[in-house]
């Protein structure tokens, strides 16, 4: 063996006790022997990018158990089950950030810097994940992350803190949401046919509004009476509006079907409910939609406890026709 050989022999042996460490320490304590010979066999003769991959792979099962959020435990299984709405609500902001980007600005849009490279790969994770394609849905995912990494210079670069401070909330919210597809369980991957219908179908409820009201010109008051001028909505504005009422019924049937369900939408229902009554001094939601959120929050918590009285009457019924 040379001396460059066996350099990256020991090279890649503290790559892989780094990554073993990464493991709860009863469950290494308990697996370490068999995950460093896996590891070992998984990476021999792959390659380097290969090797890269299957170290990854490793690595993300380890920040898994590590987080609780594997295939096993209910964290694990509740984030499969919100990556679908993940994916469409990141999509759908991303593609009306990415029309209006290269539309000349009016007056009333004030000045925003745009990110391109933060929304392109949303769209491929979309596609992806509709095309059931979820292992490059996730390495676009990865794009994504990096791609609003990356923006966080350019937006400074382009529009200064300005551009920095109007940017900074979406490029935080598209990497989490990149975050999120990167941290779900693999082996739950939204590519069942249910799971696809309902990632389209929260895609163009909130997408198609989104984009179609970002390009709409209109002639608002300008300051005076009878002055106008022309005037577009900020997509994120309409982001604020749309997501809210797309995801309502989505997250009452969620409610409607946790344990401690009805407790949750009581809560969620009577809180909302108090703040339309009693304004607190909370901090002010983007664009100011502290209303609106209230009054959705309210009828989200009805409707979660309509269904699950539903579901209950549902399944007496049920048991009353086998027994």
């Avoid at 995950?35 to 380890?62: N, S």
């Avoid at 995912?141 to 210079?153: D, E, K, M, Q, Y």
């Avoid at 009577?270 to 909370?282: C, G």
């Amino acid at each position: 063996m040379t001396g460059h050989e066996a350099e990256t022999v020991r090279r890649g042996s503290r790559t892989h006790d780094a990554v073993i460490r990464l493991y709860p320490a009863a469950y290494r304590r308990q697996h370490g022997a068999e995950i460093a010979a896996t590891l070992e066999d998984v990476t021999d003769g792959a390659g380097g990018l290969g090797a890269l991959r299957e170290t990854a792979a490793v690595a993300g099962h380890a920040l898994r158990m590590r987080t609780g959020l594997g295939s096993a435990r209910p964290a694990g299984r509740l984030l499969a089950g919100l990556i679908p709405y993940v994916v469409a609500v990141a999509a759908s902001a991303s593609a009306a950030l990415l029309v209006v980007w290269p539309l000349p600005a009016l007056p009333w849009d004030g000045e925003r810097t745009y990110t391109p490279l933060a929304y392109v790969p949303w769209l491929a994770v979309l596609g992806c994940v509709l095309a059931g394609r979820w292992v490059w849905a996730r390495i676009a995912a990865f794009a994504a992350l990096i791609g609003a990494g990356v923006s966080v210079p350019a937006a400074y670069w382009s529009g200064g803190s300005s551009g920095l401070s109007q940017n900074a909330p979406t490029l935080f919210g598209l990497a989490l949401a990149a975050a999120a597809v990167l941290a779900a369980p693999p082996d739950l991957p939204p590519a069942d046919p249910r799971a696809r219908r309902v990632t389209a179908l929260t895609a163009l409820a909130l997408g198609v509004p989104m984009v179609v009201g970002s390009v709409t010109v209109f002639e608002a008051l300008a300051g005076g009476p009878g002055l106008t001028e022309p005037a577009r909505p900020e997509p994120m504005h309409l982001f604020a509006l749309f997501a809210p009422l797309v995801l309502a019924f989505p997250t009452a049937v969620g409610l409607a079907r946790l344990r401690y369900g009805a407790f949750l939408a009581l809560a969620l229902g009577a809180a909302s409910f108090s703040l339309l009554l009693y304004p607190f001094p909370l901090p002010p939601a983007p664009y100011a939609t502290n209303g609106h959120l209230s009054w959705i929050g309210t009828m989200t918590g009805a409707a979660a406890l309509v269904i699950r009285l539903g579901l209950r009457l549902r399944l007496a019924w049920h048991r009353r026709q086998t027994s």
